[in-house]
């Protein structure tokens, strides 16, 4: 069965920065797009943004502003997140899933991982 | 950046009762590249992980029940479940992967009554 777990969870202070990874297993990571998602304490999922196979294209969600960027080692299986100037409102659950991005298997999110949770706090 | 709407976001039902969920963007989800509307739709049992149930409007993920079902077309999209079970129970949320950034709908929520 295709797996990914995340992991660099932690509270950390407003201002600071996290690096999130993914680690991938089973299926080929290499030959496919990925994505970061993050959810909010009682809220819905937000697309944070998504890389290519190869990490030479990257989009992100306007709302980050900047702040986080999305890097991939397809040599170690792994997907990072680095957030920079963290502030409360990033507290969440942060999930990295495999994105088919294809014609056939649709562009969105087919596989998630279990999530690490992320808390910006003093 | 597209809106999704869904409603309602609460949907009590009766166990082995019908439930649908209506979805509508803001603007049209056909995708200009391959023709295909990217919409897809997900379900989140509480305590666990999204799960895509649905994607292209109407083609269920492997292992998804097939009282599950998708339709619509351009911005106006529905899921159903055609009799719900005890293991239905949970949020669903629609997702646009036409247009970047791909964007959510705000959730329903469905319980047993």
């Known amino acids: 069965e295709v797996q990914l777990v995340e992991s660099g969870g932690d509270l950390v202070q407003p201002g600071g920065s996290l690096k999130l990874s993914c680690a991938a297993s089973?299926?080929?990571?290499?030959?496919?797009?990925m994505s970061w998602v993050r959810q909010a304490p009682g809220k819905g999922p937000e697309w944070l943004g998504n890389?290519?196979?190869?990490?030479?294209?990257?989009v992100y969600a306007d709302s980050l502003k900047g702040r986080f960027t999305i890097s991939r080692d397809n040599a170690r299986n792994s997907l990072y997140l680095q957030m920079n100037s963290l502030r409360a409102e990033d507290t969440a659950v942060y999930y990295c899933?495999?994105?088919?991005?294809?014609?056939?298997?649709?562009?969105?999110?087919?596989?998630w991982g279990p999530g690490t949770t992320v808390t910006v706090s003093s | 950046e597209v809106e999704m709407t869904q409603s309602p976001l609460s949907l009590p039902v009766t166990l082995g009762q019908p439930a649908s969920i209506s979805c509508r963007s803001s603007?049209?989800?056909?995708?200009?590249?391959?023709?295909?509307?990217?919409l897809n739709w997900f379900q989140q049992r509480p305590g666990q992980s999204p799960r895509r149930l649905i994607y292209?409007?109407?083609n269920r993920d492997s292992g998804v029940p097939d009282r599950f079902s998708g339709s619509g077309s351009d911005t106006d999209f529905t899921l159903k479940i055609s009799r719900v079970e005890p293991e239905d129970v949970g949020f669903y949320y629609c997702?646009?992967?036409?247009?970047?950034?791909?964007?959510f709908g705000q959730g329903t929520k469905l319980e047993i009554k």
């Open positions: 292209k409007v109407s």
């Open positions: 089973i299926f080929t990571f290499r030959s496919n797009w």
């Open positions: 997702m646009q992967g036409t247009h970047w950034p791909y964007t």
């Open positions: 890389i290519d196979k190869d990490g030479n294209r990257k």
């Open positions: 899933a495999r994105d088919p991005y294809s014609s056939d298997y649709g562009y969105g999110m087919d596989v």
């Open positions: 603007q049209s989800l056909v995708y200009d590249d391959d023709g295909y509307t990217h």
